[in-house]
């Protein structure tokens, strides 16, 4: 089955500190990638997208994913996060000839100032 | 401003009612999506479309009925609704084309609260 896996649900850390979120697929086809954000009481928005080309996507707010074929895997980063960081970050998966995107369950970040 | 919007966006009802989430979003997108959103279990897809009078099962479709007579359009109702039911409910349009789709764009959610 075409699946989505984020580990480490629960993120805790300090400003300043560097951010890595785990994303692997379990499809080896072609796949469209995202990363989403979701702060506090909102909706999900996009970070950042990867359809084709350069591996290493850079996003909003400083973010950045390198799409790596060869371990079917998407991993999120940030350098440096800050307390507004704080959020659910979700990895979805567009799986071609599947009209869906799957989502992974999700990682709660919390940045303590 | 255009974008998709949801409505009610907070909703509280009884145990055997019915209930409708409305969905309209003004980008003339082919694809919209339902899903529900509970602690532990991330987004769970309940329905999508991919163009008007198109409409699919997600991972979890039953209590749920949904239809899309208008592209811009997608509401999905709770025939009779349980506690189970209980949750937040997104909707999201994307373009696409057969078999592949793109960004989806959220609505700000419904929360569903039953009694």
């Known amino acids: 089955a075409q699946s989505v896996s984020q580990h480490n649900h629960h993120v805790i850390l300090s400003e300043a500190a560097s951010l890595e979120l785990g994303c692997n697929y379990s499809y080896g086809g072609t796949v469209n990638l995202f990363w989403y954000v979701q702060y506090p009481g909102q909706h999900l928005q996009l970070l950042l997208k990867y359809f084709s080309g350069d591996p290493l996507v850079k996003g909003i707010k400083g973010f950045e994913a390198e799409f790596i074929k060869s371990k079917f895997s998407f991993n999120l980063r940030k350098p440096s996060v800050q307390w507004s960081d704080t959020a659910e970050y979700f990895c979805?998966?567009?799986?071609?000839?599947?009209?869906?995107?799957?989502f992974g369950k999700g990682n709660q970040v919390v940045v303590i100032p | 401003d255009a974008g998709i919007t949801q409505s009610p966006r907070y909703k509280i009802t009884e145990t055997g009612r019915q209930v409708t989430l409305m969905c309209h979003q003004t980008?003339?997108?082919?694809?919209m999506f339902w899903y529900r959103q509970d602690l532990g279990h991330g987004l769970r897809l309940i329905y999508y479309s991919a163009a008007a009078d198109i409409t699919d099962k997600g991972e979890v479709p039953d209590g749920y009925v949904v239809s899309r007579s208008k592209t811009e359009n997608f509401p999905l109702t709770l025939e009779s609704a349980t506690r189970s039911q209980t949750s937040v409910y997104f909707c999201?349009?994307?373009?696409?084309?057969?078999?592949?789709?793109?960004?989806?764009?959220f609505g700000e959610g419904s929360r569903l609260t039953v009694l």
């Open positions: 980008w003339s997108h082919s694809y």
């Open positions: 999201a349009s994307s373009v696409g084309t057969s078999g592949e789709v793109g960004e989806l764009f």
């Open positions: 979805a998966v567009n799986f071609y000839g599947n009209n869906r995107l799957a």
